[in-house]
Nanobody
Framework: QVQLVESGGGLVQAGGSLRLSCVAS????????MGWFRQAPGKEREFVGG????????YYTDSVKGRFTISRDNTNNTVYLQMNSLKPEDTAVYYC????????????????WGQGTQVTVSS
């Protein structure tokens, strides 16, 4: 049974930063790819980005490139989403997800999800 628990969300002013964390209760994170998704009110869930099992490759949706960074610490079974230069349109519930796919850029392959953490960016 895989469990993913996100933390780090909150309220921040536009231009500010937040770092989200996701801890996975899995024997080893080393063989899976991890990703972050978000869902704003009234909108479909959106793929934010992903990171391969080794951390060697990361992928981002265009709207967050240059502002968000995904990293991972396989020793501590944790994945991070560093969000800088936040904008009001980044407001959403952010979800951590896991896939056994070696690639991290195929949203349909993610099959384990956390409960989400709210990020609110005020203008």
């Amino acid at each position: 049974q895989v469990q993913l628990v996100e933390s780090g969300g909150g309220l921040v002013q536009a231009g500010g930063s937040l770092r989200l964390s996701c801890v996975a209760s899995i024997r080893t994170l080393s063989s899976v790819s991890m990703g972050w998704f978000r869902q704003a009110p009234g909108k479909e869930r959106e793929f934010v980005g992903g990171i391969t099992w080794s951390g060697a490759r990361t992928y981002y949706t265009d709207s967050v490139k240059g502002r968000f960074t995904i990293s991972r610490d396989n020793t501590n079974n944790t994945v991070y989403l560093q969000m800088n230069s936040l904008k009001p349109e980044d407001t959403a519930v952010y979800y951590c997800a896991l896939t056994s796919d070696s690639r991290a850029d195929r949203p349909s392959t993610y099959d384990y999800w956390g409960q989400g953490t709210q990020v609110t960016v005020s203008s």
